[in-house]
């Protein structure tokens, strides 16, 4: 064991510190709604401040504002993810709220509509690796030679999909962006790891977002029967996902990196 691996651990000598994130700072893109905000409201109660990133400006700045409501630090910055030079303006403004980033969660994602490689539009293909894969190139570089530049012992946690592992009820334009995501993560890992920081994907299975027209009773029909049927044929909601994201952000989750979680109730085993 190194000194720094022992220094490590006496910094975690107290269960509370391995399971509090006070004094750090969270990025959150999507957070706006659905899993995204979720992740942010989970991260403000570990004690992080959160900025939250979306298209939806106005959507963030309500949120924001709801967890300053309740005594957190919030800030949010909109952002089209489909454009580079967006993204870099907005993860400055990201550092001029709070100064600092330790953590960066990529929720924010298109889904676009239900198409198979035979008939989908070239477009669609085009949005969803932009806004899906390309946009999270952009922000881990970013990220990373931000937490590099100032020794910060980061996280970086991608939203991908059960999706990427199934074949049916799984659009190719959308699941192949989120299988992306897992190599992603090994990839950046790996780069990235002497630094300290960890980078991890989540893969939710149907969960009740905007994304899923269909509302939870529909969710709750697919997840007990056909492509979708998981182990205990529930579907999740944002916040049951949101404590798994969370959970790769605290100093607990130190040793799990370059890894993508299966967090669908068992639909991929």
Do not use: W
């Amino acid at each position: 064991m190194t000194s720094q691996d022992t220094a490590g651990l006496a910094a975690l000598d107290s269960a509370d510190e391995a399971y509090r994130l006070d004094g750090k700072v969270a990025f959150v893109t999507g957070g706006a709604s659905g899993i995204g905000f979720a992740t942010a409201a989970v991260l403000s109660r570990q004690g992080a401040a959160t900025v939250l990133l979306d298209i939806d400006a106005d959507g963030a700045q309500r949120r924001a504002e709801s967890l300053r409501a309740t005594g957190h630090r919030a800030a949010a910055v909109g952002v089209d993810l489909a454009d580079s030079d967006d993204i870099r303006r907005a993860f400055g403004a990201g550092l001029a709220a709070f100064g600092a980033l330790d953590i960066l969660v990529c929720s924010a994602g298109v889904v676009g509509s239900p198409h198979g490689v035979l008939d989908v539009p070239e477009s669609v293909v085009e949005t969803s690796h932009r806004v899906n894969v390309h946009a999270n190139f952009v922000l881990s570089r970013l990220a990373g030679e931000h937490m590099i530049g100032h020794g910060v012992r980061g996280r970086v946690v991608y939203l991908s999909s059960s999706s990427a592992f199934r074949a049916e009820m799984s659009y190719p334009h959308y699941s192949t962006t989120k299988a992306a995501l897992g190599q992603l993560a090994r990839s950046f890992a790996a780069e990235v790891g002497r630094y300290g920081i960890t980078v991890n994907a989540v893969a939710p299975g149907p969960t009740n977002t905007p994304m899923n027209a269909g509302g939870r009773a529909q969710l709750d029909v697919r997840v007990r029967s056909g492509p979708l049927k998981n182990l205990t044929g529930c579907a999740a909601e944002p916040e049951d996902v949101a404590e798994v994201v969370a959970f790769l952000c605290l100093p607990a989750s130190r040793l799990i990196t370059g890894q993508v979680i299966q967090a669908s109730y068992g639909a991929i085993v």
